[in-house]
């Protein structure tokens, strides 16, 4: 214990010897940890927000259906598909105490007809009470949202936009019946909404589920979609579903982000992106901390002859070295976690960053900085590990040198 502290001491003494060659150091650690902060904190706020979009403006937690076809098939032609039972599915997923709501759903494809003017668009229907309760992430643009009046509908903005649809204007919708004719119907509409997804305002339709029903002449529902009350929640609700089944009728169940592909992949490439960032980071702190302990070696070759004569042991030189390297660690990991921290928080209360509409979203974004503190831990024990890296070369230089050598060092 006595040998570690007057370590300890000796190398912080060496340290302050060359003050400004150690604040140049860690002003390098620093700086790449306080980006590292805002990088992390940029990733993990907007795919926070890319699943927050995604379950509360249209996949909810997860998605009960009768079969996995449903999911690759089921808009197109939904009726192979209907619950026998949907009404006692519902009791018995709320049943679950981390289960909030369940939403009858149907979505189907349709044609809208506007003056002879047609388009083909996505139609999701279920009650409106409770799409407004919990799709918080579908804003209204314009008009009125929807109060359960029959014959009334919203249309995503883009939709509106392409064709020149206002509140108040008439449109027939024509899709294929559950008889297996054509039917058709026409509808006024209340106002347009937005997802924040360019792709899908653009092929939107949204209708309470009676008049839904009403159109496609059926009173059932091929899919249920289900909210919990904490999404940190949904890997262990599934799990257990899917393992217990359901006593209802058979199902198949799919979360959100298995219901969202681009989620995985935006995820998959901001971690890639995040990954070079930190390994550049690991990089400069070892290189910055060897080149600092090299010119310290370089410079006290004889002092560290002098330790040799006096019994000092090659691997106490090494640890010595070694500490050094290690401290200057520990202060630019510190250092760096406070200030990005700080920084980060600043920034936020300062109103965050507003980017113009990213590739594929309809909306402004307003990015504040939220860093993953597990992300913040790994980034100070990997520059520790750089840190101890970085200073062993420069240690192993000197201790493999000769009592005599170092001593005739000029």
Do not use: C
């Not at 004569?309 to 202060?331: N, Y």
Request: net charge neutral; proline share 4%; no cysteine.
């Amino acid at each position: 214990m006595k040998t570690f502290v007057l370590t300890l001491k000796l190398a912080s003494r060496n340290l302050l010897r060359q003050r400004g060659r150690t604040l140049s150091t860690l002003a390098a650690i620093v700086i790449g940890l306080v980006g590292l902060a805002f990088l992390d904190g940029y990733i993990t706020y907007s795919m926070w927000g890319l699943k927050e979009t995604i379950i509360h403006s249209g996949s909810g937690h997860f998605q009960v259906a009768t079969a996995r076809e449903y999911f690759d098939e089921g808009d197109n032609d939904p009726f192979p598909y209907l619950f026998q039972n949907s009404k006692g599915l519902t009791k018995e997923l709320l049943k679950n105490p981390a289960v909030k709501e369940v939403i009858p759903s149907l979505a189907f494809t349709a044609v809208i007809n506007v003056g002879g003017k047609m388009e083909t668009v996505q139609a999701k229907a279920m009650p409106t009470d409770l799409r407004k309760a919990n799709f918080s992430f579908l804003r209204l643009r314009s008009g009125a949202d929807l109060d359960g009046t029959p014959g009334r509908i919203l249309l995503g903005s883009g939709l509106a936009s392409k064709l020149g649809l206002t509140e108040g204007s008439a449109v027939t919708l024509y899709a294929m019946g559950a008889g297996g004719g054509v039917a058709n119907q026409s509808y006024q509409v209340a106002g347009t909404v937005s997802s924040g997804i360019a792709a899908a305002d653009a092929v939107s339709v949204f209708l309470d589920l009676d008049d839904a029903q009403a159109l496609l002449g059926t009173d059932a529902v091929p899919l249920l979609t289900v909210f919990l009350e904490h999404t940190e929640d949904t890997g262990v609700v599934v799990a257990s579903l899917r393992a217990h089944g359901l006593k209802a009728e058979p199902t198949v169940i799919k979360d959100w982000e298995e219901l969202s592909p681009y989620y995985r992949q935006a995820n998959g490439a901001y971690q890639m992106v995040l990954g070079v960032a930190r390994f550049i980071v690991l990089l400069v702190a070892l290189f910055s901390i060897s080149g600092t302990l090299n010119l310290s070696v370089l410079e006290r070759l004889r002092e560290i002859g002098t330790l040799r004569a006096f019994g000092t042991r090659r691997p106490q030189v090494i640890a010595l070295l070694v500490v050094e390297g290690v401290l200057l660690g520990v202060g630019g990991a510190l250092a760096g976690g406070a200030l990005g921290w700080l920084g980060t928080e600043l920034f936020n209360l300062a109103g965050g960053l507003t980017l113009p509409p990213q590739p594929g979203m309809s909306d402004p974004l307003t990015i504040l900085f939220t860093p993953d503190p597990g992300h913040a831990a790994s980034n100070g024990l990997w520059v520790l590990a750089a840190a101890a890296v970085g200073a062993w070369f420069p240690a192993h230089f000197a201790s493999q040198r000769t009592t005599s050598e170092l001593l005739k060092a000029v």
